[in-house]
């Protein structure tokens, strides 16, 4: 069982807590997990049985897809404080989604038993509305992930990937490789290549291995 500090962080990122009975306050404590995952571990796959409702305390998920090709394509990624209730999408009725999750760096969950958030879905209507609420709002990452795929152009993309990133690092340095940034924003590692030699011909950006340095932060907003 969770400590008092671990179960206050829990219960202030459910948002349907206050609805519960204490009953039902009280299974949740008895059901939730901590669990500790290192980076690139495969915490979830479609054909994995559902692991349950997935709140990050340290670290983050990322969750994405897989062509046919076996290309990598990010939906959106998770960060501490976020809930993952694809995790736990065997309970939601007539919502599929054939996705992966993976971990990003040292990482610190809590997970709610799968089969206890079945039962308080069935018995609480808030916390159903809970479960589909969370569920649309990432479909609205999705929507942006594919529209930005389908039609915007790379150098925009990559110009807003590497502006987001800044903005969650709060720093102009960023520790990332090509082939980390392929697979985030849904591409191939060559492209990404050339894309990043060209804004460092703008001096946009200076490369290192493993290390970007954004130089002129102002040129890269124009091209968003």
């Keep these: 069982m969770l400590d008092k500090n671990e179960l206050t962080y829990v219960q202030s990122h459910l948002d349907f807590w206050d609805k519960l009975t204490p009953t039902q306050r ?108 969370n569920a649309i709002d990432r479909f609205s990452d999705v929507m942006w992930a594919m529209e930005q795929i389908l039609f915007m152009s790379f150098d925009k993309r990559l110009a807003i990937f590497l502006l987001d990133e800044m903005a969650k690092s709060n720093s102009s340095v960023l520790n990332i490789t090509q082939e980390q940034i392929a697979k985030y924003i849904g591409s191939a590692r060559e492209v990404v290549s050339r894309m990043l030699k060209i804004f460092q011909a703008d001096g946009i950006l200076k490369q290192s291995r493993g290390v970007i340095h954004i130089l002129d932060k102002e040129k890269l907003r124009r091209l968003v």
């Design 26 to 133: 009280r299974i949740v404590e008895n059901n939730i997990v901590k669990a500790a995952y290192s980076d690139g571990y495969n915490l979830y796959s479609s054909d994995n049985e559902c692991r349950g409702v997935i709140l990050v305390k340290q670290g983050g998920l990322r969750v994405y897809i897989l062509s046919e090709d076996g290309r990598e394509v990010t939906l959106y990624r998770l960060s501490p404080g976020d809930i993952c209730i694809l995790s736990a999408s065997c309970v939601l009725k007539n919502i599929t989604f054939d996705v992966h999750i993976d971990v990003e760096g040292h990482t610190e969950l809590y997970i709610l038993k799968i089969d206890v958030f079945s039962k308080l879905c069935e018995d609480n209507v808030y916390v159903e509305n809970f479960a589909y609420k």
